[in-house]
């Protein structure tokens, strides 16, 4: 079970901090990352953590303005997103599952959380 937290409203170039919680049975050895939806977009791949915290990918589009982080004792994973754009608009997704190159082979899904960023 995955538990997402934060988001909200924000100005351009502003900051937001999501967090996710998972829980249940080996959900420390799978990789946890983020995904997100905008308004007649397709949901894309923003952002993952391996199970250590030692890898991370990211979408080109975020790169350098957004990080993710993991707190493994806790079964938690952060994305801190900075210098926000308005395009970064979207209901943003936790996941659970095995990384790929360029996204997650997803195994389960969190509720979104609402990123809204004002011109």
């Known amino acids: 079970q995955l538990q997402a937290s934060g988001g909200g409203l924000v100005q351009a170039g502003g900051s937001v901090r999501l967090s996710c919680a998972a829980s249940g049975r080996a959900v420390h050895t799978y990789a946890l990352g983020w995904f997100r939806q905008a308004p007649g977009k397709e949901r894309e791949f923003v952002a993952s953590i391996s199970w250590s915290g030692g890898t991370t990918r990211y979408a080109d589009s975020v790169k350098g303005r957004f990080t993710i982080s993991r707190d493994s004792a806790k079964n938690t994973a952060h994305l801190q997103m900075n210098s926000l754009k308005p395009e970064d608009t979207a209901i943003y997704y936790c996941?659970?599952?095995?990384?790929?190159?360029?996204?997650?082979?997803?195994?389960?899904w969190g509720q979104g959380t609402q990123v809204t960023v004002s011109s």
């Open positions: 996941a659970l599952g095995l990384p790929t190159v360029r996204s997650m082979n997803v195994r389960s």
